[in-house]
């Protein structure tokens, strides 16, 4: 009968958006029969995003409601689809690396350098000791950046803006580390298959280890600001739960996943890097509300700094970079004096490494969204046959599409703000 | 055969070539994970197998490839979790290039649902038993399958129509 397609008249994409209306009426159609009769014709269709300033980028949400309850939510992503999984068929393996920076792009340092790993994995590149802890510490600084975005913007949907401007305030602290890190803000591009661009400077170490010194207390702070706040707790507990017994079931990763009691972590399940060698808990909480979404990741912001102190006291000196000249893009120095460095540069940007054919890999590694992990198939070329990136945000917005039901209208955008999803990483 | 598994991953083939050993191709290790490949037909109840009797009840991923080979052309591969022992096996299943259909697994995992529906978007593959299977990525409107090797990089001109970008005169 077509009852919602008849009053929509789409102006494009006509067969997508029929497509994805008639989806709706089609969910539970059991339910739907049982309410047949609206007398207070409290029924209505809300289109929210995809140009939404609370969908945290280009996410449409297709709710069903009844008054303010929602009885039915369609998810459409795709918005900000651009391939990457088809360019990077087309790339050499280093050359691709950057492409990795726009798809998390709160953390682009978990993503450069889970490619790499996974890289070095399918053609056994030994890494030097100091570029895993190089690796480490960024890594744990990008995730404390993305926890950052993620505490400003969701306290921020639930009511209170000056806590973004603060939270915001520490991010650029990160950025100006990250510029003095790797020569760029925002889309880093620092790690190399075989190691990482360049060494800390010693000015990058003195402004990290003054960061994680006064971090520590602004964290403390917060804490002290939110914890007990009465207006953040009624506004957060009991909104959005995932259920321990649903979370595996419904494909949750990351945080949300050990909000909902399971300590999966991928730096505990397969220590890559040196993760094995530091001292770190995994904060797990049992609701699987937005509430115990906010103190796993509180509590992981603080695991990062302890992360992060523990690498400073382990790193020894030494090399950044592979020093095999088929693994690994040599030093410039030798680029710039010696003739073997300009043609190892040269093959290296040319055809880049070359993977045994045949082989293949996946390599997960805990980014600040979750799981996220590359499968890479290898015919033997500079180039991947395949590459699948197993993004966290993908799999965190299919449990959005699951959790809504049943929900408040108002409390959507809390519970999108908990969930943390980042959309050019889930629509790839 | 000495592939050097882990317990659970051991335990997993033992009881596959016991059950189902006619369905059993292929049992190899490619840097530390264990891949496993399995006729299409029974890809559910091997699923149902190793999630019920070996635990794995975590799914990962549903990834698709193109081999672009005149027989077998597409592979399905599924990688799961067993979240008591953290090992992780890949199980693979292989259609023809006409009419690619799998099996959904959407019955055992709710979690197969997007994952199915990313790679009908990007293969064709369908999901028999799937309930809504429609495009994720790309809009309905688009007849190509762009992760196939055939597609061009550079897209199809005209293959999708563009929204009007001056303001509506109504």
Known sequence: MNEINSKVK????????????KSLEDKHTTIEAIDAEDPLNAKMILNMGPQHPATHGVLRLILQLRGELIEKTKLDIGYLHRGVEKIAENKTYQEFMPYTDRMDYLSPYS??????????????????????????????????????????????????????????????????????????????SHSRIGGVANDFTDRAVGRIKEFVTKFEQELKDWHGLLDRNR????????????????????????????AAGYAVDQRIITPYLKYDEVDFEVPTRMEGDN???????????????????????????????????????????????????????????????????????????????????????SDGTGHPWRLKVNAPSFRNLQVLENILEGEMVADTVVIIGGLDPVMGEADK | MSLDLTETVQGVV??????????????????????????????????????????????????????YTSDERFEVIYNIMNLRTQDRIFIKVRVE???????????????????????????????????????????????????????????????IELPNTTPDTE
Request: charged share 25%; aromatic share 12%.
């Open chain 1, 10 to 21: 789409p102006q494009f994409f006509e067969k997508h958006q029929r497509a994805i209306y």
């Open chain 1, 111 to 188: 993503n450069n350098v889970a490619l790499c790993m996974a890289v070095e994995k399918l053609a056994e590149v030994e890494v030097p000791e100091r570029a895993q802890y190089i690796r480490m510490i960024c890594m744990e600084l990008s995730r404390i950046s993305s926890h950052l975005l993620w505490l400003g913007t969701m306290v921020m949907d639930a009511g209170a803006i000056s806590f973004f401007i603060w939270t915001f305030r520490e991010r650029e602290k990160i950025y100006d580390i990250f510029d003095e890190v790797a020569g760029h803000r925002f889309t880093v």
């Open chain 1, 231 to 258: 207006l953040f707790i009624e506004r957060n507990a009991d909104v959005g739960i995932v259920h321990t017994e649903d979370a595996l079931d419904l494909g949750a990763t990351g945080p949300v996943l050990r």
């Open chain 1, 291 to 377: 509430l115990a979404r906010y103190f796993v990741r509180m509590e992981e912001m603080g695991e990062s700094l302890k992360i992060i102190n523990q690498c400073f006291d382990k790193m020894p000196k030494g090399s950044i970079r592979s020093n095999n000249a088929k693994h690994a893009y040599p030093s410039k120095d030798e680029v710039y004096y010696s003739m073997e460095g300009m043609i190892h540069d040269f093959m290296m940007t040319d055809t880049g490494i070359c993977p045994p054919a045949g082989k293949e890999v996946y390599h997960a590694v805990e980014a600040p969204k979750g799981e996220l992990g590359y499968y890479i198939q």
């Open chain 2, 14 to 67: 033992d009881g596959l070539t016991s059950e189902y050993s006619e369905d059993l191709i292929e049992i190899y290790k490619s840097c530390d994970h264990t891949y496993i490949r399995v006729e299409a037909e029974n890809i559910i109840e091997v699923l149902n197998f190793v999630k019920t009797k070996h635990h794995f009840i975590f799914l990962c991923d549903i990834i698709g490839t193109d081999r």
């Open chain 2, 97 to 159: 290039e006409e009419d690619p259909v799998v099996q959904s697994a959407t019955s055992l995992w709710k979690a197969a649902s997007w994952l199915e529906r990313e790679v009908y978007d990007m293969f064709g593959i369908r999901f028999e038993g799937h309930p809504d299977l429609r495009r994720i990525f790309m809009p309905e409107d688009f007849d190509y399958f762009p992760l196939r090797k055939e597609f061009p990089l550079l897209g199809i001109p005209g293959s």
